[in-house]
Structure formats: C-alpha cells, structure tokens
C-alpha cells in the first residue's frame, strides 16, 4: 500500500502513511501560466495498492483529485479517501433549474471507473452516497472528538456538549453519550445564508457554571456558533469551546466566534488549519487495514 497525498491533504496523507508504515508517495503540483494545473506522481506505484487523500473544498481540489487518479492508473489497486467532501450540501433541487451538485461531484470522480473503493468522513447527508457508484463507505470522526473532550473535562469544570441546532443532535449524542458526558441541542431558525435567529429556550440540564463545547459536523461562516455562544452565555455558562469535525472557516468565522466569547475552537484535519488538534489518520489507517469497520453503501 501507498499513500499518495493530494493539494488538499498533504499533512493528513502522511499521518496516514506514518499509522501504517508504509510509503508516502512523493508528488508535484503546479499551475501552467495560463492558470491550469499540473500534476505528477513521482513515485513509482505500478502494480501497487494506491491509497489516494484528497479533501474537495474547491474546485482546484475536484481537478486535482480527478488528474491523480489518471495518474494511477498503473496501480493494481486505487482506493480513495476524500476526508471532506465538498459540494455535499447542495442535495437537492431548492429552486427549478438547478444542478444536484453532490450528484455531479459523485458522477465525475466514478464516471471512468478507475476507483475500487472510497472512504468519506462525516458527509452531510449519508443518502448521497448512494450517487457513486462504487464500493463506498463512511468514516465517522465524532467519537475522535469525544476522546478530545473527554481529556479537556479531566482538566477543567464539568463539561456539557451542546449542538447548535436540531440537526446537530446527533453528533451531540455520539460525541458526548460514550464518556458520559450530559448533552442537550438548541432550536435555530435561520434569517440568511449568514444570519441565524437561535431560541434561549430553558435546556433540559443544568449549564450554570459549566464549562460548554458546542458541536458541529461543519462551521464554515460561524454565525450559528457565535449565536448559540451568545445565548449560552446570557444563561450563565463557564468557558465557551468550539469542536467540529470539518473546519472551513470562511471569511471572517473565526473572528466572529471569538468576539462571540468562544475560548478555543477545535476541529479534525479533514481540512487542514491551525485549528486541527485532532488527527483522523488512525481512524483512516484502520479502516483501510480492516474495512468492515466503516459503514458501507454499495
């Protein structure tokens, strides 16, 4: 087996390849005047098991994923990992006219058939998994995020997990229920694709005191966390902490969530940042040696 990390994930590819001891395959990547990208495998992988670590937060990233596993074609093997898979929260039709972007996502990587077998991590929505057609499994991080937790609670206050909306109660629950953590969700309505409205409605447990982690499987504006930071706040909460699975932070996120009173924002190394206190390589590494412990689609 070999790694081979993409634009994406360059620190995560070689975690992943330093879990497994096996070799991190060295690559180049540049742009052509005219702005295209370059891409080359340098190491040799023919007749090799290619693991190929690409995140999708952009477009560039789509391409670059696509020439790598043009690139791999002389691999026996191609298995690949997008640790964030972008463009998943566009599911569905909101208005006539408009493209199912996860579907033209899934259509472009699986169009050739060159990929025996893909792994994502936390995707929105698992349903749109079954859009790729190939042998496709899911990588669940937020017991990651427990254990990280878990380790802040033994060294502080007692510590409550709290999502930021309804959609987020289940992750709340996975990251919490395991260690015994208490848990609860807050009820958002969102005003813009930027503002949201959350309800200081009385929490079924105690938070006075207490120090907070608020939950998410995505941040990217940071409006939502920088409401429910407010409203936990005026409810007398401890130390506000952020953790979510993918950190993408855009414009001014992290900005508004500490102004909001957020103490410490932690996220995985789905997308890499300076925030990326907690590594996924383990969890990849063993469902790539074992590969019935991720939950399977296809």
Request: charge should be negative.
């Given at each position: 087996?070999?790694?081979?990390?993409?634009?994406?994930?360059?620190?995560?590819?070689?975690?992943?390849?330093?879990?497994?001891?096996?070799?991190?395959?060295?690559?180049?990547?540049?742009?052509?005047?005219?702005?295209?990208?370059?891409t080359r495998i340098r190491?040799?992988?023919?007749?090799?098991?290619?693991?190929?670590?690409?995140?999708?937060?952009?477009?560039?990233?789509?391409?670059?994923?696509?020439?790598?596993?043009?690139?791999?074609?002389?691999?026996?093997?191609?298995?690949?990992?997008?640790?964030?898979?972008?463009?998943?929260?566009?599911?569905?039709?909101?208005?006539?006219?408009?493209?199912?972007?996860?579907?033209?996502?899934?259509?472009?990587?699986?169009?050739?058939?060159?990929?025996?077998?893909?792994?994502?991590?936390?995707?929105?929505?698992?349903?749109?998994?079954?859009y790729f057609e190939v042998?496709?499994?899911?990588?669940?991080?937020?017991?990651?995020?427990?254990?990280?937790?878990?380790?802040?609670?033994?060294?502080?206050?007692?510590?409550?997990?709290?999502?930021?909306?309804?959609?987020?109660?289940?992750?709340?629950?996975?990251?919490?229920?395991?260690?015994?953590?208490?848990?609860?969700?807050?009820?958002?309505?969102?005003?813009?694709?930027?503002?949201?409205?959350?309800?200081?409605?009385?929490?079924?447990?105690?938070?006075?005191?207490?120090?907070?982690?608020?939950?998410?499987?995505?941040?990217?504006?940071?409006?939502?966390?920088?409401?429910?930071?407010?409203?936990?706040?005026?409810?007398?909460?401890?130390?506000?902490?952020?953790?979510?699975?993918?950190?993408?932070?855009?414009?001014?996120?992290?900005?508004?969530?500490?102004?909001?009173?957020?103490?410490?924002?932690?996220?995985?190394?789905?997308?890499?940042?300076?925030?990326?206190?907690?590594?996924?390589?383990?969890?990849?590494?063993?469902?790539?040696?074992?590969p019935s412990s991720a939950?399977?689609?296809?």
């Open positions: 087996m070999k790694i081979i990390p993409g634009t994406a994930s360059q620190i995560l590819g070689a975690r992943i390849a330093a879990e497994l001891n096996c070799e991190l395959v060295l690559c180049e990547y540049r742009r052509f005047p005219d702005g295209e990208l370059y190491g040799d992988i023919e007749g090799e098991h290619a693991v190929i670590v690409q995140s999708i937060r952009s477009d560039s990233d789509l391409v670059a994923l696509l020439q790598l596993m043009d690139a791999a074609e002389d691999a026996s093997k191609i298995t690949v990992v997008i640790p964030y898979l972008g463009y998943a929260r566009q599911d569905k039709r909101f208005k006539p006219g408009e493209a199912i972007s996860i579907r033209a996502i899934a259509r472009s990587i699986t169009i050739n058939g060159t990929m025996d077998t893909l792994y994502v991590v936390n995707v929105h929505d698992p349903a749109e998994l079954h042998d496709c499994r899911e990588l669940d991080a937020a017991p990651l995020l427990g254990d990280y937790i878990r380790g802040m609670e033994k060294q502080t206050a007692p510590v409550v997990v709290i999502g930021p909306d309804e959609g987020a109660s289940d992750l709340a629950r996975a990251v919490a229920a395991p260690h015994g953590l208490d848990f609860d969700v807050l009820h958002k309505r969102r005003l813009s694709g930027e503002e949201v409205e959350i309800e200081p409605e009385e929490l079924s447990i105690t938070i006075e005191g207490k120090n907070i982690v608020i939950v998410d499987d995505i941040i990217s504006t940071g409006g939502t966390i920088a409401e429910a930071s407010r409203i936990l706040k005026e409810q007398n909460a401890g130390d506000i902490y952020v953790a979510c699975v993918h950190g993408l932070f855009v414009q001014n996120a992290i900005l508004r969530m500490l102004h909001a009173g957020v103490r410490e924002i932690i996220s995985t190394d789905t997308v890499e940042s300076l925030f990326s206190r907690v590594s996924i390589s383990k969890l990849v590494a063993n469902a790539l040696l074992s939950t399977a689609f296809k």
